[in-house]
């Protein structure tokens, strides 16, 4: 999704702004603020005070705006004695700690650590290899710094060099100096992900689908994981390499759900409701009547299968969760209760916190004051007396993962069993709505009083937000980076690659304090060594590739970053252009993964025959006239129409949308084979002739029915995965960019 067409439907309020956030009052005394002090302040913290518009031009943040923005990092800054205070408190800070909160090196490189002690005694600092494999020692450089007063005390930094040929991992640092001790978490991170290596030999190709959309007749009216595996087999026979399909994070525990997958409840933990049941093995030692109560809740559903306008995903989990409930109560063998209990362990006290949030989130709604009273958070005796009293519907939580992760291992080894070098390619959400299950469990990593989303475009006037809180960038660091590396660990756990969501949201977010216009926001800095580095360990160590989602506004500079530490992009066809005209093939990036169209468009039927105008007009979403809005498309259109004509792709006599349209697609994809790029994307939809869009940006469900749209044909009607192998339509596109990357 690029910057500028992303929607994520707010369904909940965002909390009560965190204490210490300015009054009415107070914010009306700001124009007794320095502004130099303010901007001094915002640029110690990592807060934009300007930024470059979509329309090229700069664009200054108010100050109302840098002083909400402050205190979701917890700085006070509506007075300049405040403000005073708090930059002397920000050059002092990291002189009150002895070693920093977290230290993230490159594998290979030279790299320091500060160590500060009292002035004048000496210190100590080793390292511990990850899982107690050994120990090395850090050694003091002849790095003099002048002393500070901290509080009293006269204080001095030293400086140790860390060894050069540190292993990669999750490693931990040690210091100690006249009694005193310290230990931060020291991360080392390849230098460059080399997953994508392979694919500069031999490029690949894969399907890129929204998988709750894709059924087969034995589906329960949603697209599951054995659709998943069966999808892989049925690409990879045309020589597919992988499947990249939505984010499959885990929603609302009970029905209703959020339909958008890029909203999610956590994304660490995935969706039940892709959870095939006749593939549980307990479901073969159901008693009858219990397998025939299992076999009715199916039929009842049956009729949603066959739906060809609407998904029905909360008739679908209600049935589905009748059924989870027998078969988790029915005895497991012994080996598959030693796979359960190895699932937990390895899972920790994550999935115990994600399991007691849904069990508790079954019967207290999402507004309910319980979820932001500091009396009910994690650990305190009210939360931990729930955690023994729910203690069997934990359980059922903990269980309904490890199925998940069962279903998903089966559906990437099957894909590998069938030839793909990738296989699955899962998406990760930029990040998870105000009332979720993170919101809660990492509350203490998370920006109170804020949400994130993006500034206004060409698309959004008003600018977006989605509804979404932020990582707090220092209380991340202090947690060592943990709770991302474990939602990293569990996406990629089996995985052949990702794709990152707004990957620039690594280096920088729009953040939009409670009650501000999305328009009145400010961009906050993150430490994108750190969280690119982290990254790219975890994926190197699943054997990933990483695909960032790099479009919409950024700095110049962050594409080549990216492609530095191995990162692929994206790149759109129809956004990518010189100047007036498309950019020809051979100069897309090679780093990257290059596709016609995106999920946020209509599938290229659709954009060919200019129905995202049509649509948009009906909704009231134009700027300008339906037949100026026409007029431009049409244009546009002819230019890569043009281009591709003269590629000799298409007869000099078609005009758009083209004398066929499905030759026309093809013809779109020929082109785009002739690209450097090292993955080449085919969308389910455009093999298969449907025209609606997943996602209209800028609507709501009650305009439109985002990402509940079923698989469908040129004809509206459904496609199911068992009629893929005789459509004429779905092999021949697949086979033209087969051969047009292997001839």
Same mark, same amino acid.
């Given at each position: 999704?690029?910057?500028?067409?992303?929607?994520?439907?707010?369904?909940?309020?965002?909390?009560?702004?965190?204490?210490?956030?300015?009054?009415?009052?107070?914010?009306?005394?700001?124009?007794?603020?320095?502004?130099?002090?303010?901007?001094?302040?915002?640029?110690?913290?990592?807060?934009?005070?300007?930024?470059?518009?979509?329309?090229?031009?700069?664009?200054?943040?108010?100050?109302?705006?840098?002083?909400?923005?402050?205190?979701?990092?917890?700085?006070?800054?509506?007075?300049?004695?405040?403000?005073?205070?708090?930059?002397?408190?920000?050059?002092?800070?990291?002189?009150?700690?002895?070693?920093?909160?977290?230290?993230?090196?490159?594998?290979?490189?030279?790299?320091?650590?500060?160590?500060?002690?009292?002035?004048?005694?000496?210190?100590?600092?080793?390292?511990?290899?990850?899982?107690?494999?050994?120990?090395?020692?850090?050694?003091?450089?002849?790095?003099?710094?002048?002393?500070?007063?901290?509080?009293?005390?006269?204080?001095?930094?030293?400086?140790?060099?860390?060894?050069?040929?540190?292993?990669?991992?999750?490693?931990?640092?040690?210091?100690?100096?006249?009694?005193?001790?310290?230990?931060?978490?020291?991360?080392?991170?390849?230098?460059?992900?080399?997953?994508?290596?392979?694919?500069?030999?031999?490029?690949?190709?894969?399907?890129?689908?929204?998988?709750?959309?894709?059924?087969?007749?034995?589906?329960?009216?949603?697209?599951?994981?054995?659709?998943?595996?069966?999808?892989?087999?049925?690409?990879?026979?045309?020589?597919?390499?992988?499947?990249?399909?939505?984010?499959?994070?885990?929603?609302?525990?009970?029905?209703?759900?959020?339909?958008?997958?890029?909203?999610?409840?956590?994304?660490?933990?995935?969706?039940?409701?892709?959870?095939?049941?006749?593939?549980?093995?307990?479901?073969?030692?159901?008693?009858?009547?219990?397998?025939?109560?299992?076999?009715?809740?199916?039929?009842?559903?049956?009729?949603?299968?066959?739906?060809?306008?609407?998904?029905?995903?909360?008739?679908?989990?209600?049935?589905?969760?009748?059924?989870?409930?027998?078969?988790?109560?029915?005895?497991?063998?012994?080996?598959?209760?030693?796979?359960?209990?190895?699932?937990?362990?390895?899972?920790?006290?994550?999935?115990?916190?994600?399991?007691?949030?849904?069990?508790?989130?079954?019967?207290?709604?999402?507004?309910?004051?319980?979820?932001?009273?500091?009396?009910?958070?994690?650990?305190?005796?009210?939360?931990?007396?729930?955690?023994?009293?729910?203690?069997?519907?934990?359980?059922?939580?903990?269980?309904?993962?490890?199925?998940?992760?069962?279903?998903?291992?089966?559906?990437?080894?099957?894909?590998?069993?069938?030839?793909?070098?990738?296989?699955?390619?899962?998406?990760?959400?930029?990040?998870?709505?105000?009332?979720?299950?993170?919101?809660?469990?990492?509350?203490?990593?998370?920006?109170?009083?804020?949400?994130?989303?993006?500034?206004?475009?060409?698309?959004?006037?008003?600018?977006?937000?989605?509804?979404?809180?932020?990582?707090?960038?220092?209380?991340?660091?202090?947690?060592?980076?943990?709770?991302?590396?474990?939602?990293?660990?569990?996406?990629?756990?089996?995985?052949?690659?990702?794709?990152?969501?707004?990957?620039?949201?690594?280096?920088?977010?729009?953040?939009?304090?409670?009650?501000?216009?999305?328009?009145? !926001? /400010?961009?906050?800095?993150?430490?994108? &060594? +750190? *969280?690119?580095?982290? =990254? $790219?360990?975890?994926?190197?160590?699943?054997?990933?590739?990483?695909?960032?989602?790099?479009?919409?506004?950024?700095?110049?500079?962050?594409?080549?970053?990216?492609?530095?530490?191995?990162?692929?992009?994206?790149?759109?066809?129809?956004?990518?252009?010189?100047?007036?005209?498309?950019?020809?093939?051979?100069?897309?990036?090679?780093?990257?993964?290059?596709?016609?169209?995106?999920?946020?468009?209509?599938?290229?039927?659709?954009?060919?025959?200019?129905?995202?105008?049509?649509?948009?007009?009906?909704?009231?979403?134009?700027?300008?006239?339906?037949?100026?809005?026409?007029?431009?498309?049409?244009?546009?259109?002819?230019?890569?129409?043009?281009?591709?004509?003269?590629?000799?792709?298409?007869?000099?006599?078609?005009?758009?949308? !083209? /004398?066929?349209?499905?030759?026309?697609? &093809? +013809? *779109?994809?020929?082109? =785009? $084979?002739?690209?450097?790029?090292?993955?080449?994307?085919?969308?389910?939809?455009?093999?298969?002739?449907?025209?609606?869009?997943?996602?209209?940006?800028?609507?709501?469900?009650?305009?439109?029915?985002?990402?509940?749209?079923?698989?469908?044909?040129?004809?509206?009607?459904?496609?199911?995965?068992?009629?893929?192998?005789?459509?004429?339509?779905?092999?021949?596109?697949?086979?033209?960019?087969?051969?047009?990357?292997?001839?």
């Amino acid at each position: 999704m690029t910057a500028s067409d992303q929607q994520h439907p707010q369904q909940s309020q965002m909390p009560a702004d965190p204490p210490g956030l300015p009054s009415a009052a107070r914010e009306a005394a700001t124009g007794a603020v320095d502004p130099r002090l303010l901007q001094q302040l915002a640029d110690a913290h990592g807060v934009g005070t300007s930024f470059q518009g979509w329309d090229g031009l700069p664009h200054s943040v108010a100050e109302e705006t840098l002083i909400k923005v402050l205190a979701s990092l917890g700085v006070q800054a509506h007075t300049n004695q405040l403000i005073e205070a708090a930059l002397a408190e920000a050059e002092l800070a990291p002189w009150r700690r002895m070693l920093p909160p977290a230290v993230v090196i490159q594998q290979g490189e030279p790299a320091q650590v500060p160590v500060h002690l009292r002035d004048g005694s000496t210190a100590e600092v080793s390292i511990t290899l990850e899982g107690g494999a050994g120990s090395r020692d850090a050694v003091q450089q002849d790095l003099w710094v002048q002393p500070r007063d901290v509080d009293g005390v006269a204080t001095g930094r030293a400086t140790f060099a860390l060894p050069q040929d540190l292993p990669l991992g999750w490693h931990t640092l040690h210091a100690e100096s006249e009694g005193v001790t310290a230990s931060t978490t020291l991360v080392v991170v390849p230098a460059r992900l080399t997953t994508a290596a392979p694919l500069e030999e031999r490029r690949g190709w894969g399907l890129a689908t929204q998988l709750y959309s894709v059924r087969s007749k034995r589906s329960w009216g949603i697209g599951d994981f054995s659709d998943l595996a069966d999808l892989g087999a049925l690409s990879a026979a045309h020589g597919a390499d992988y499947i990249l399909v939505n984010p499959l994070h885990a929603a609302e525990p009970v029905p209703p759900v959020q339909p958008s997958p890029y909203s999610p409840s956590t994304r660490r933990f995935f969706n039940p409701l892709y959870i095939r049941i006749e593939a549980i093995p307990e479901l073969a030692y159901l008693k009858p009547r219990k397998r025939a109560a299992v076999e009715k809740l199916h039929e009842e559903v049956a009729a949603l299968n066959k739906e060809g306008d609407r998904l029905d995903r909360d008739s679908v989990y209600a049935a589905k969760l009748q059924a989870l409930e027998m078969l988790y109560h029915t005895r497991r063998s012994p080996a598959r209760q030693a796979a359960f209990d190895e699932f937990c362990r390895i899972s920790g006290s994550g999935l115990d916190d994600f399991a007691l949030w849904s069990a508790i989130r079954e019967d207290l709604p999402a507004v309910d004051p319980f979820w932001s009273d500091p009396a009910s958070a994690l650990g305190t005796p009210q939360t931990e007396a729930l955690r023994e009293r729910l203690a069997d519907r934990i359980g059922f939580y903990r269980w309904l993962q490890w199925i998940c992760d069962e279903q998903l291992e089966n559906a990437q080894r099957a894909a590998l069993r069938s030839g793909m070098r990738l296989g699955v390619v899962h998406d990760l959400a930029v990040g998870v709505d105000h009332s979720s299950a993170d919101a809660w469990t990492l509350r203490d990593v998370l920006a109170p009083g804020t949400s994130v989303g993006a500034p206004p475009d060409m698309y959004n006037q008003q600018g977006q937000d989605w509804g979404q809180p932020p990582w707090h960038p220092a209380r991340l660091a202090e947690a060592g980076y943990i709770p991302f590396r474990n939602m990293l660990a569990t996406v990629l756990r089996h995985a052949g690659g990702v794709r990152v969501d707004h990957i620039l949201g690594l280096f920088r977010l729009w953040w939009i304090p409670s009650g501000n216009a999305p328009g009145d !926001g /400010a961009y906050v800095r993150y430490d994108h &060594e +750190a *969280l690119i580095g982290i =990254l $790219a360990l975890e994926a190197q160590r699943a054997g990933a590739v990483v695909i960032g989602e790099d479009l919409g506004t950024f700095e110049p500079w962050v594409r080549d970053y990216l492609a530095a530490r191995g990162i692929l992009g994206t790149s759109i066809l129809w956004f990518e252009y010189d100047g007036d005209s498309p950019l020809a093939p051979e100069r897309y990036r090679t780093q990257a993964l290059a596709s016609v169209n995106t999920h946020d468009l209509p599938p290229t039927a659709g954009y060919l025959a200019g129905d995202h105008v049509a649509l948009r007009s009906e909704l009231g979403l134009l700027e300008r006239s339906e037949a100026e809005e026409r007029a431009e498309h049409k244009a546009s259109l002819e230019k890569m129409l043009a281009l591709v004509r003269e590629r000799g792709y298409l007869p000099d006599d078609s005009s758009a949308p !083209g /004398a066929s349209e499905e030759r026309t697609i &093809e +013809a *779109l994809h020929l082109l =785009l $084979a002739q690209a450097p790029s090292v993955l080449l994307g085919v969308a389910l939809v455009d093999a298969v002739g449907e025209r609606r869009v997943q996602n209209q940006p800028g609507t709501t469900e009650a305009l439109y029915p985002n990402w509940q749209v079923p698989l469908g044909g040129p004809d509206g009607k459904p496609v199911f995965l068992d009629d893929l192998p005789a459509n004429a339509r779905f092999n021949s596109l697949l086979a033209a960019v087969e051969e047009a990357l292997r001839g």
